[in-house]
């Protein structure tokens, strides 16, 4: 049986309910948790915004919408202050349409901290929609740039109030969750791993770009309710097999509450899913029951524009050279993509001018130039080079002119806009670009197979952080089939396969493999080099490889499943899912984790170099065994000094 748990608005649904649900983050969290008390001040990251806030130019702004949840107010933003060497100090000011609601002096010092007040904004809709605008007093020659502004690090939000505890499945989900917790038995069965599996997706993709984490907590069967309480703006969702279908709010320790996912094997994603896509019938009761629900795929079309992608009508005015930053995600263009062409439409002011460009780069290089006459607009399509691109590629699009005043406060003012109107084509990468993890989730798009090989809670848990974190990569929902091993080896579709001790896999050539204390490194082109380690090395990993046409993700070790927990908890802490390229993600036991980029460390040999595929596939080895070789230096040493120890303590006359 095939248990659908695709991320999708039905899905949402039952993220929903799931959120309102607000499982605690396991034994450790559910320690502090007393309900309603107050949370703790969150970073912007966990509520969907960048912890590091920039202010553009001498009188810049930012705009900041604060997620607020029931009973709760937005009390203060704390941050780092970092200042240009030009700028002596100045002011913050916190708006809310034309009212003023704080002025903070800016202080000058390195590192200074700066706290804004925000008592008295006004929340509508679940959230506080502010602007914060900076007035910076500068001396001497001065350029404002993007590399060396005034910003805020680190930002934090404190509130004040209590919490309200959810009384209708409606309310379980608060505007922001600092934890999600997965109650699952101690003899999970395959569709209630399937149903966690969907629900960590579909929270995190219910909350878009804030940070959630999510924990699965396994408990016998005949005791699944919560031990603990939730903590402030946490929560707890059981999900068993033997309650009935539907989706159910129950009392929890200390008057907090949890959600129950019931049904029977064929009707309990289905129930899940309900959660976010049929809100409204249920927002006034504390149980409610789903049938089917199920979303078919969407393939990506070949042109889209960049409203598509998310990104609106953009205008910035500068006393320099104004810039416009524009993302392409390809989880937005839904596949690995190549020959990305983006239309850029826009105006520029003041019109004419001698030396005025307009110029699009990828970081600091520069990929077109567009020219500037006296209409004062622009239509241009730009090529994104395909080494370029990767799964979010940021363009620049600037006016720069000549003759720039660098006194500060001297500055002629231009002005920069972008249209959303603008289209995006591309095509079809196969085999994807990036290569390997670089191109992850976006080669797994729009379905991929999910299977594991024993099946029990370490597995299903295991389930739940690869989809919450491959769900982290994609504001896109993603879709996913909970299979059979079997069916997902067979299957033309992507695929992820755990396999936690190495064991019960089909047969794929893995960028590196290990077969006792033999170690292989594959490049995509067929070579190979083999180093033989005793002892043996030992470590989890993640990685991407091609079957044929379609990509598998393949997370395993060689023979014990705490060496994949170890870097699965790597890879959760600091959100590092973001930062994952390469072919392979190794965590050799007790050492750092290692990157291997196959393809790139095995270039075409030329006639000058003298080094063949072999000799650069070796140097991949011998970073693999870097680690292993540290490690025993340091073991050798200890085991000399202890032997030395032990002859002086035994026999002190031999000395």
């Given at each position: 049986?095939?248990?659908?748990?695709?991320?999708?608005p039905?899905v949402?649904?039952?993220?929903v309910c799931l959120?309102v649900?607000?499982?605690?983050?396991?034994?450790?969290a559910?320690?502090?948790?007393a309900?309603?008390d107050p949370?703790?001040?969150?970073?912007?990251?966990?509520?969907?915004?960048?912890?590091?806030i920039?202010?553009?130019?001498q009188?810049?702004?930012?705009?900041?919408?604060?997620p607020?949840?029931?009973?709760?107010?937005?009390d203060?933003?704390?941050g780092?202050?970092?200042?240009?060497?030009?700028?002596?100090?100045?002011?913050?000011?916190?708006?809310q349409?034309?009212?003023?609601?704080?002025?903070?002096?800016?202080?000058n010092?390195?590192?200074?901290?700066?706290?804004?007040?925000?008592?008295?904004?006004?929340?509508?809709?679940?959230?506080?929609?502010?602007t914060?605008?900076?007035?910076?007093?500068?001396?001497?020659?001065?350029?404002?740039?993007p590399?060396?502004?005034?910003?805020?690090?680190g930002?934090v939000?404190s509130?004040?109030?209590r919490?309200?505890?959810?009384?209708?499945?409606?309310?379980?989900?608060?505007?922001?969750?600092?934890?999600?917790?997965?109650?699952?038995?101690?003899?999970?069965k395959?569709a209630?791993?399937?149903?966690a599996?969907?629900l960590?997706?579909?929270?995190?993709?219910h909350?878009?770009?804030?940070s959630?984490?999510?924990?699965?907590?396994?408990r016998?069967?005949?005791d699944l309710?919560?031990p603990?309480?939730?903590?402030?703006?946490?929560?707890?969702?059981?999900?068993?097999?033997?309650?009935?279908?539907?989706?159910?709010?129950?009392?929890?320790?200390?008057?907090?509450?949890?959600?129950v996912?019931?049904?029977?094997?064929?009707?309990?994603?289905?129930q899940?899913?309900m959660?976010t896509?049929?809100?409204?019938?249920?927002?006034?009761s504390?149980?409610?029951?789903?049938g089917?629900?199920?979303?078919a795929p969407?393939l990506?079309?070949?042109v889209?524009?960049?409203?598509?992608?998310?990104?609106?009508?953009q205008q910035?005015v500068s006393?320099?050279?104004?810039?416009?930053?524009?993302?392409?995600?390809?989880?937005?263009?839904?596949r690995?993509s190549?020959n990305?062409?983006?239309?850029?439409?826009?105006?520029?002011?003041?019109?004419?001018?001698?030396?005025?460009v307009i110029?699009?780069?990828?970081?600091?290089?520069?990929?077109?130039?567009?020219?500037?006459?006296?209409?004062?607009?622009?239509?241009?399509?730009?090529?994104?080079p395909d080494?370029?691109?990767?799964?979010?590629?940021?363009?620049?699009?600037t006016?720069e002119?000549?003759?720039v005043?660098e006194?500060?406060?001297?500055?002629?003012?231009?002005?920069l806009?972008?249209?959303?109107?603008?289209?995006?084509?591309?095509?079809?990468?196969?085999?994807?670009?990036?290569?390997?993890?670089?191109?992850?989730?976006?080669?797994?798009?729009p379905?991929?197979?999910?299977?594991?090989?024993?099946?029990?809670?370490?597995d299903?848990?295991?389930?739940?952080?690869?989809?919450?974190?491959?769900?982290?990569?994609?504001v896109?929902?993603?879709?996913?089939d909970?299979?059979?091993?079997?069916d997902?080896?067979?299957?033309?579709?992507?695929a992820?396969?755990i396999?936690?001790?190495?064991?019960?896999?089909?047969?794929?050539?893995?960028?590196?493999s290990s077969?006792?204390?033999?170690v292989?490194?594959?490049?995509?082109?067929?070579?190979s080099?083999?180093?033989?380690?005793?002892?043996?090395?030992?470590y989890?990993?993640?990685?991407?490889t091609?079957?044929?046409d379609?990509?598998?993700?393949?997370?395993?070790?060689?023979?014990?499943?705490?060496?994949?927990?170890?870097?699965?908890?790597?890879?959760?802490?600091?959100?590092?899912?973001?930062?994952?390229?390469?072919?392979a993600?190794?965590?050799?036991?007790?050492q750092?984790?290692?990157?291997?980029?196959?393809?790139?460390?095995?270039?075409?040999?030329?006639?000058?170099s003298?080094?063949?595929?072999?000799?650069?596939?070796?140097i991949?080895?011998?970073?693999?065994?870097?680690?292993?070789?540290?490690a025993?230096?340091?073991i050798?040493?200890?085991?000399?000094?202890?032997?030395a120890?032990?002859?002086?303590d035994?026999?002190?006359?031999?000395?």
């Amino acid at each position: 049986m095939i248990f659908r748990v695709r991320v999708t608005p039905i899905v949402r649904a039952v993220t929903v309910c799931l959120l309102v649900l607000g499982l605690a983050a396991g034994p450790a969290a559910f320690v502090h948790a007393a309900p309603g008390d107050p949370p703790p001040p969150m970073s912007l990251e966990q509520i969907g915004s960048s912890p590091t806030i920039t202010f553009p130019g001498q009188q810049g702004e930012v705009s900041l919408s604060i997620p607020v949840p029931d009973n709760l107010n937005p009390d203060e933003l704390r941050g780092t202050v970092s200042l240009p060497s030009f700028v002596t100090g100045g002011t913050v000011d916190v708006m809310q349409g034309s009212r003023l609601i704080s002025r903070t002096p800016i202080p000058n010092a390195p590192n200074a901290q700066i706290v804004l007040p925000l008592a008295g904004v006004t929340v509508s809709a679940d959230a506080a929609d502010i602007t914060l605008r900076a007035y910076l007093t500068v001396q001497g020659i001065c350029q404002f740039e993007p590399d060396n502004a005034f910003t805020l690090s680190g930002a934090v939000v404190s509130f004040t109030g209590r919490e309200s505890i959810p009384q209708t499945v409606a309310q379980f989900l608060p505007p922001i969750l600092r934890q999600l917790t997965l109650v699952i038995p101690d003899d999970v069965k395959q569709a209630e791993g399937a149903a966690a599996v969907d629900l960590a997706a579909a929270v995190v993709a219910h909350y878009g770009t804030a940070s959630v984490p999510v924990t699965t907590v396994a408990r016998p069967r005949s005791d699944l309710t919560p031990p603990t309480a939730p903590g402030p703006l946490e929560r707890q969702i059981v999900i068993d097999s033997s309650a009935p279908a539907g989706l159910s709010l129950r009392s929890g320790p200390q008057g907090s509450a949890y959600l129950v996912v019931g049904g029977p094997a064929d009707q309990l994603v289905a129930q899940a899913r309900m959660l976010t896509s049929n809100l409204a019938s249920i927002a006034a009761s504390s149980s409610a029951v789903g049938g089917p629900l199920f979303d078919a795929p969407q393939l990506a079309p070949d042109v889209q524009t960049l409203a598509d992608l998310g990104i609106g009508d953009q205008q910035v005015v500068s006393n320099t050279w104004p810039s416009i930053s524009v993302g392409i995600d390809q989880t937005r263009l839904g596949r690995p993509s190549k020959n990305i062409r983006i239309q850029l439409i826009g105006s520029y002011a003041p019109a004419g001018g001698d030396n005025a460009v307009i110029s699009v780069r990828i970081g600091r290089r520069v990929i077109a130039t567009l020219p500037t006459d006296s209409s004062g607009t622009f239509n241009s399509w730009v090529d994104l080079p395909d080494n370029a691109v990767t799964r979010f590629t940021q363009l620049t699009v600037t006016l720069e002119r000549g003759g720039v005043n660098e006194g500060c406060g001297n500055g002629s003012r231009s002005s920069l806009s972008l249209s959303s109107a603008g289209e995006i084509t591309s095509d079809v990468a196969d085999p994807p670009q990036p290569a390997g993890l670089g191109s992850v989730p976006e080669s797994l798009m729009p379905w991929a197979k999910l299977a594991w090989t024993k099946g029990d809670v370490g597995d299903v848990s295991r389930g739940v952080e690869i989809a919450a974190g491959l769900q982290r990569l994609s504001v896109v929902p993603l879709g996913l089939d909970v299979v059979s091993m079997a069916d997902a080896a067979s299957s033309q579709q992507p695929a992820v396969l755990i396999s936690a001790d190495g064991r019960g896999l089909p047969d794929l050539t893995l960028p590196v493999s290990s077969s006792g204390g033999t170690v292989t490194v594959h490049a995509a082109s067929g070579s190979s080099a083999q180093i033989t380690l005793t002892p043996a090395l030992r470590y989890g990993s993640l990685q991407a490889t091609q079957s044929g046409d379609r990509t598998v993700l393949v997370a395993t070790s060689t023979g014990d499943g705490s060496d994949l927990d170890d870097l699965l908890r790597w890879l959760d802490d600091d959100n590092r899912w973001t930062s994952i390229s390469g072919d392979a993600l190794i965590k050799v036991r007790d050492q750092d984790q290692v990157y291997v980029d196959a393809a790139a460390s095995t270039p075409r040999p030329s006639a000058s170099s003298g080094l063949g595929t072999g000799a650069t596939i070796g140097i991949i080895v011998g970073v693999l065994v870097a680690a292993v070789v540290v490690a025993g230096a340091v073991i050798l040493v200890l085991r000399r000094r202890r032997s030395a120890a032990g002859v002086a303590d035994s026999a002190p006359d031999e000395r």
